[in-house]
C-alpha cells in the first residue's frame, strides 16, 4: 500500500469517527475507502469494524460525560447488541449484499421522507412514550433486529438506531444519538470478535484508522452536543441522502 493510499485511508477514518458520532453512517466513507485501496471485501469490512468500534465508543463516553443516556434500554440493547451483530457477521457469506440493497434502499428513502415531512421528530423529547411495552419494544428492534443487520451488512446502522429511539421511545434527537453509542459500540464488538476468529482484521492498518476515527468522533459528538437537535437533524438527512446514492450507485452500476 503506498503512502498516498494510508493518507487517505487515515483521512477517510477521520470523516467515519464524525459522520458515526453524529447520526451514524461512517462506514459509507470508511469501507468504500478501504475498497478502493485494494483491501478485500471481506478484510475491508472487518477493518472497518475494528477502527469503527474505537471511534465508537470513545463517543459514547464523551456523550455519558456530558449529557444523560437511556441506561435501562442501552445497556440491555448493547449486551443483546454485542450477540445479535455476531450472529449477523456468521451469517454474512451466506446473505447476498444484492438481496439486502433494495431494502436498505427503501427504508433508507422512506426514513428521509419521514424526517423530512415531519419536522417535529425528535426536536424535543416525548417522556409520555416511554412505556414499559414500548422499553422492551426498543431493547428488541434495536439490540436484536438492527444488530444483526449491522452484522450481515451495516450501512444506515446508526441511523436506523437514532430513528428507533426517536419513534418508538420518544428521545430527541441529541438524545437518541448518545443513547445509540452503547448499542452501535456492542454491535461492531460482536461483529469484530466474529471477523477476528476467522482471521479477516488487518490490525495494523486498523490501529492508524483507529485513532483518527476517535479523532473524528470526538469532534463529532461535541459538535452535536453543543449545536443540537437542529443539527443532528440535517446530518441525518444528508447522510441518508448519500447512503441511499451510494447504495444504488452499487446495486445499478
Known amino acids: 500500500m503506498s503512502l498516498e493510499q494510508l ?20 462506514g459509507l466513507v470508511q469501507l468504500p475507502a478501504l475498497m478502493v485501496a485494494g483491501v ?5 469490512m472487518a477493518t472497518n469494524k475494528f477502527a469503527s468500534i474505537f471511534g465508537t465508543a470513545s463517543a459514547a463516553v464523551t456523550y455519558a460525560r456530558t449529557t444523560k443516556v437511556d441506561k435501562q434500554v442501552a445497556l440491555p440493547a448493547g449486551a443483546l447488541a454485542v450477540l445479535s451483530a455476531g450472529l449477523g457477521a456468521s451469517a454474512a457469506a451466506a446473505i447476498s449484499a444484492n438481496v439486502l440493497r433494495p431494502v436498505v434502499m427503501v427504508i433508507l428513502v422512506a426514513v428521509a421522507a419521514f ?28 439490540g436484536v433486529a438492527i444488530a444483526f443487520y449491522d452484522g450481515i451488512m451495516g450501512p444506515g446502522t446508526g441511523t436506523f438506531l437514532i430513528i428507533a429511539f426517536t419513534t418508538i421511545l420518544g428521545l430527541d434527537f441529541v438524545h437518541a444519538s448518545a443513547t445509540s453509542k452503547i448499542i452501535n459500540t456492542g454491535t461492531n464488538l460482536g461483529a469484530l ?53 451510494r447504495l444504488a450507485w452499487l446495486q445499478f452500476v
Open 7 to 26: 493518507v487517505v485511508l487515515l483521512a477517510a477514518a477521520a470523516g467515519a469517527g464524525w459522520i458515526d458520532a453524529v447520526v451514524g453512517g461512517g
Open 40 to 44: 478485500p471485501p471481506v478484510q475491508a
Open 115 to 142: 424526517v423530512t415531512l415531519r419536522p417535529s421528530l425528535g426536536a424535543i423529547p416525548h417522556p409520555h412514550l416511554r412505556t414499559r411495552a414500548r422499553i422492551i419494544t426498543t431493547i428488541t428492534v434495536t
Open 193 to 245: 470478535v466474529v471477523f477476528g476468529l476467522q482471521g479477516h482484521v488487518m490490525w495494523t492498518l486498523g490501529l492508524g484508522m483507529a485513532v483518527c476515527n476517535i479523532a473524528g468522533a470526538q469532534i463529532g459528538a461535541r459538535m452535536a452536543l453543543k449545536r443540537g437537535t437542529s443539527f443532528v437533524r440535517i446530518v441525518l438527512v444528508c447522510v441518508v441522502l448519500a447512503m441511499v446514492t
